[in-house]
C-alpha cells in the first residue's frame, strides 16, 4: 500500500516561499496512470487542489494560485515538492499531498498533513 | 467555479441521508467524475466514491453515489454514529483541473 509522507518548514514569515516535499512509499512515483498532488486546508474550513504533477513532468495548478505555485518532481527520490511564494496569513493552513488516479479523477491516498502558519 | 455542498446536515442513526454537490453555474455530469470524501478532525480525506458511483476499496455499502437533479449525490443509508463527519465532494472540470466543494457537516443524533 503506497505510503506519502509530507516535509517542510512548519513556520514561514509572510512574503517568504514555502517548500514541501511528498516522499512517495511502496509504490514508484513513474507508476503510469496516476498524478501527484498537494491539497490544503486552512484551519478549521474546507480543502483546496493545488497542484498536480505526471512523472513525465505535465503539471496542472488552480487558477487562483497560478503565478504562485510550482509543483515539481524527482523521479530519482521518488519524490515530489511544492514551491508557494509571497506568502500571506491566508496561506497558513495543513498541506496534503496526494496520489490521483488519472483515469477517474480521484485522490486515492493521503499523507498525513502538514501544518504552514506564516507568522513573522 | 463554484461547487456547492450544504453546510451541514442532520440524520438520525439507521436513517437514510443524501448529500449533494453542484455547481454554481451548470449541471454535473458523469463527465465530472464526481469524488467524495470523508474526513474525520485530525486526519486527512477518505476517498469513499468515485466516477460518481463507484465505491472505493473497503468502504461500506451503505455509501452510494449517483447523479440526482442535476447534482452529485452521496447517500448513506443506515447512518451509523461513526458517519459524523465532514464530507466533500470534488469535481473534475477539464484540463487537469479538480475543484472541492466547500464540505458538508454530518450530524448524527
Known amino acids: 500500500q503506497v505510503q506519502m509522507q509530507e516535509s517542510g518548514p512548519g513556520l514561514v514569515k509572510p512574503s517568504d516561499t514555502l517548500s514541501l516535499t511528498c516522499t512517495v512509499s511502496n509504490d514508484s512515483i513513474r507508476t503510469t496512470g496516476y498524478y501527484w498532488g498537494w491539497i490544503r486546508q486552512p484551519p478549521g474550513k474546507g480543502l483546496e487542489w493545488i497542484a498536480n504533477i505526471f512523472y513525465k513532468g505535465s503539471t496542472f495548478y488552480n487558477p487562483s494560485l497560478r503565478g504562485r505555485v510550482t509543483i515539481s518532481v524527482d523521479v530519482s527520490k521518488n519524490q515530489f515538492s511544492l514551491s508557494l511564494s509571497l506568502m500571506t496569513a491566508a496561506d497558513t493552513a495543513v498541506y496534503f499531498c496526494a496520489r490521483r488516479r488519472i483515469s477517474v479523477a480521484n485522490f486515492d491516498s493521503w499523507g498525513q498533513g502538514t501544518l504552514v502558519t506564516v507568522s513573522s | 467555479t463554484v461547487v456547492t455542498q450544504e453546510p451541514s446536515f442532520s440524520v438520525s442513526p439507521g436513517g437514510t441521508v443524501t448529500l449533494t454537490c453542484g455547481l454554481n453555474?451548470?449541471?454535473?455530469?458523469?463527465?465530472?467524475?464526481a469524488s467524495w470524501y470523508q474526513q474525520t478532525p485530525g486526519q486527512p480525506p477518505r476517498n469513499l466514491i468515485y466516477?460518481?458511483?463507484s465505491r472505493f476499496s473497503g468502504v461500506p455499502e451503505r455509501f452510494s453515489g449517483s447523479i440526482l437533479d442535476n447534482k452529485a449525490a452521496l447517500t448513506i443509508t443506515g447512518a451509523q454514529a461513526e458517519d459524523e463527519c465532514h464530507y466533500y465532494c470534488v469535481l473534475y472540470m477539464g484540463s487537469g483541473i479538480s475543484v472541492f466543494g466547500g464540505g458538508t457537516k454530518l450530524t448524527v443524533l
Open positions: 453555474s451548470g449541471s454535473v455530469s458523469s463527465t465530472h467524475y
Open positions: 466516477s460518481t458511483n
